[in-house]
């Protein structure tokens, strides 16, 4: 796995049990050109127009105590296809085992109501875009941010904190913020309450509930609709861009061959994502925190 260490901006790699704390940011690729593994390692990268949103993640994992974050622009060598392929396969993994994870909404004023109605919030590109589906729901800690590196003021936290003794109005404030930000992700991606606060485990939904979570959402190549799904499903295959929809035909077999549950034939034509029916079961999971 390979690091950006957050105050020198040089990339480092680590293996198995050497892998430091990290931090890790979820976001949407710009239009304009993301700073890229040679461009990080490059003199020219300061003038790249995605340098801005590296520096500004790395200025927050330093204030939260961090020294390594992984960004999926600059971590990976995507000139090479065995690189990518190992990385698109242990990626849920890695957002798992992060520490913290920064949700850049770089469409999204933090200082606006994320509750109103019509918000940039609930309009974000974010929650349109195939990939971050594993990036919402793999995560212990997740920390939203808007444009400005500023982060929203209404938060939820996955475990309860007791408030301090005796400041009962900051207990109903935090109580209020807690099941505010929660119920907008809820509404908005139509994932269940407890999954999202990881009270019960991804993996205990069927996979026809799990793939319902990505109707709507969409990918630049046809093929990494099935392989954004890759960890949600469990599931681990070499990737061959080029393959367009046979992507999901691959990904059916695997999941045919690992389990018996078959309400993923509840599912029409993957490539549309359309679903004639869902349904879930539920299980425990340790709770964490989502901030």
Not at 67 to 83: N, Q, Y
Not at 135 to 159: H, N, V, Y
Not at 240 to 261: C, N, P
Request: charged share 30%; aromatic share 10%; with cysteine.
């Amino acid at each position: 796995m390979r690091l950006l260490n957050a105050k020198t901006l040089q990339l480092d790699e680590f293996f198995d049990e050497d892998i430091p704390a990290y931090a890790i940011l979820s976001h949407t690729w710009a239009e304009k050109k993301e700073v890229t593994f040679q461009d990080i390692c490059g003199p020219t990268r300061e003038k790249e127009p995605g340098f801005t949103k590296i520096k500004g993640c790395c200025a927050q994992t330093i204030k939260d105590g961090l020294e390594w974050v992984w960004i999926d622009t600059c971590c990976i060598d995507k000139t090479s296809s065995a690189e990518l392929s190992e990385a698109i396969n242990s990626m849920y993994r890695w957002y798992a085992e992060s520490r913290v994870c920064y949700i850049y909404l770089s469409d999204v004023d933090a200082a606006e109501d994320p509750g109103r109605h019509n918000s940039t919030f609930r309009r974000s590109r974010w929650f349109k875009r195939g990939w971050t589906l594993q990036e919402l729901l793999a995560p212990a800690e997740l920390r939203f941010f808007g444009s400005s590196w500023d982060e929203l003021t209404t938060q939820i936290i996955k475990q309860p904190v007791a408030p301090p003794y005796g400041q009962a109005e900051q207990g109903e404030r935090y109580k209020r913020d807690k099941r505010s930000l929660l119920n907008i992700v809820r509404e908005v991606t139509g994932i269940r309450s407890d999954i999202l606060a990881h009270r019960t485990s991804v993996f205990s939904a069927s996979m026809a509930e799990r793939i319902s979570w990505a109707a709507g959402r969409s990918t630049s190549r046809r093929e990494d609709r099935a392989y954004s799904l890759l960890g949600l499903m469990d599931i681990n295959m070499p990737l061959l861009y080029g393959e367009g929809d046979k992507a999901f035909a691959r990904l059916q077999e695997e999941l045919i061959r690992k389990s018996y549950d078959h309400s993923l034939f509840a599912w029409g034509c993957w490539g549309r994502m359309t679903p004639r029916s869902s349904s879930g079961t539920k299980g425990r999971r340790q709770a964490t925190s989502f901030n």
